[in-house]
């Protein structure tokens, strides 16, 4: 079972996150645009558009690994091609993280700060690594994250669809097993709730729809300052 909700949150008069759930093509898309003008809503829009056209016309012999790398490469180049003609449009971009679902395995790919978490015997794992500044000064020992998180701002990413003439991908995948449940969520939400918050919430009950709209409710409860995005995967 798949459910996505997405939300304006408590502060932003316009929501730049985009999501796309198609259950049959066992597909799930999240992206989480930037730019001034409205110009987000454009570009995280136009991703979600372009790679669900491409996966849906690229079932039959293709892996998902070279599917999901079209589709976001696409994506990318649309994205920049749009920007190139419309002031409104200059300097967008989007984070982006998308899934298939095949055989048994969970094929992810992503760019950006947009997450997917996996729920395995309740033990919650961040599966994919931020493109950001704060993760890179992590990551090189600078700073702890939890001094990271005061001293650097969260919103400045190192890599997104659109921003740059080239873009890396990446990609992995992993086996699915008996009662596994997986998150994809943009920064709204993961900014908004701990780990551990949402771990006991994708853990708490068989009603899927009622985790995701439970997880929106608790970010705006919060007045969260950024669009919220989620989509719940569970029944395995």
Same mark, same amino acid.
């Given at each position: 079972m798949m459910v996505g909700h997405t939300d304006t949150g408590k502060t932003r008069t316009s929501n730049e996150d985009c999501i796309l759930c198609v259950p049959a093509l066992g597909v799930a898309l999240l992206a989480d645009g930037m730019g001034g003008h409205s110009a987000g809503e454009v570009?995280? !829009?136009?991703?979600?558009?372009?790679?669900?056209? /491409?996966?849906k016309q690229t079932i039959r012999g293709v892996s998902p690994h070279e599917r999901l790398e079209t589709a976001l490469q696409a994506a990318h180049s649309v994205i920049r091609e749009k920007a190139k003609h419309s002031i409104r449009c200059r300097g967008m971009g989007t984070t982006f993280i998308g899934i298939i679902i095949e055989n048994g395995y969970l094929h992810h790919a992503h760019v950006g700060d947009s997450r997917l978490y996996l729920l395995r015997e309740q033990q919650l794992t961040a599966v994919t690594h931020?493109?950001?500044?704060?993760? +890179?000064? /992590? $990551?090189?020992?600078? %700073?702890? !994250? +939890? +001094?990271?998180?005061?001293?650097?701002s969260r919103n400045i990413?190192?890599?997104?669809? *659109?921003?740059?003439?080239?873009? =890396? /991908? $990446? %990609?992995? %995948?992993?086996? =699915?097993?008996?009662? $596994?449940?997986? @998150?994809?969520?943009?920064? *709204? @939400? %993961?900014?908004?709730?701990?780990?551990? +918050? @949402? *771990?006991?919430l994708l853990g708490r009950s068989h009603d899927v729809e009622g985790i995701a709209l439970d997880m929106l409710e608790l970010a705006n409860a919060r007045r969260s300052k950024d669009n919220v995005s989620v989509i719940v995967i569970a029944g395995f």
């Open positions: 570009a995280s !829009r136009t991703a979600v558009d372009t790679v669900h056209a /491409i996966l931020d493109h950001s500044l704060l993760q +890179e000064f /992590i $990551d090189q020992g600078l %700073y702890s !994250r +939890e +001094e990271a998180e005061q001293k650097v990413l190192t890599r997104a669809l *659109g921003l740059e003439p080239q873009v =890396i /991908i $990446d %990609y992995d %995948y992993l086996k =699915i097993n008996k009662g $596994d449940r997986f @998150l994809l969520c943009s920064d *709204g @939400l %993961y900014d908004m709730l701990s780990e551990h +918050e @949402l *771990g006991a």
